[in-house]
């Protein structure tokens, strides 16, 4: 089992989402003990934002297709072949002003790509990528969910859509909310977040 991880907090691992994340990657390797995970650190500006080689590519037609392979267009296929040869997907992510942070929208922007990762058809568009669990970690420091939320949240709808456009629709989301609400409140989203790995890892179909 390959497991690739995408750690997209600039505080890498001091902070909540790493944290989350590491801890549904432990529970991903005791199902499956031989997994092999493959850690991409985005946070801090680690990635570079597509360029005028990969906009090129992609405004090339179906009847004259670019060739080109320089600039950020080698950094997107290697992006893609690293998703592709996953069997499973983690994100631990922080949530920024209401949506994803930069370093995982250029992530996204690399791997959601016309004719590699993603064909447009008469009923639009449509997955290249075989399916497989997407266990995203969030972390946020006011309440996006619940009877309790103060904030909207444009960071899972997006997240759910973007991702099943390159087909991932097995699409798992864990938080810790209201972590910049004191320290009662950090303890309480990570017992609420730790209860709901529990409920779906118990399950017999979890990894599934």
């Keep these: 089992m390959n ?61 004259s297709p670019t060739d080109d392979t320089t600039g950020t267009l080698a950094v997107s296929d290697a992006l893609i072949d690293e998703l592709e040869r996953s069997d499973a997907l983690v994100i631990g ?28 058809g008469r009923e ?14 969030v972390s946020s420091g006011g309440v996006f969910s619940g009877d309790r939320a103060r904030q909207p949240d444009f960071l899972t709808p997006y997240l759910k859509v973007v991702l ?3 087909g991932l629709r097995n699409v798992h989301f864990f938080s810790v909310e209201g972590s910049a609400l ?10 609420c977040a730790e209860r709901a790995l529990q409920r779906h890892f118990g399950r017999a179909d979890a990894v599934h």
């Design 3 to 63: 497991i690739l991880y995408l750690s997209c907090s600039p505080r890498g691992a001091a902070s909540e989402s790493h944290r989350l994340a590491r801890n549904i990657i432990d529970r991903l390797r005791r199902h499956a003990p031989e997994a092999v995970v493959l850690e991409r650190a985005l946070g801090g500006g680690a990635l570079p934002h597509i360029d005028g080689s990969y906009a090129t590519t992609l405004a090339a037609s179906h009847d």
């Design 164 to 166: 099943a456009v390159i």
């Design 93 to 120: 992510t922080p949530m920024h002003n209401f949506t994803v942070p930069s370093a995982l929208k250029a992530w996204i922007d690399h791997v959601v790509r016309a004719r590699r990762t993603f064909d447009v």
């Design 182 to 191: 004191g320290a009662q409140a950090l303890t309480d989203a990570r017992a």
């Design 124 to 137: 639009g568009k449509l997955g290249r990528l075989r399916d497989r669990p997407v266990y995203i970690a």
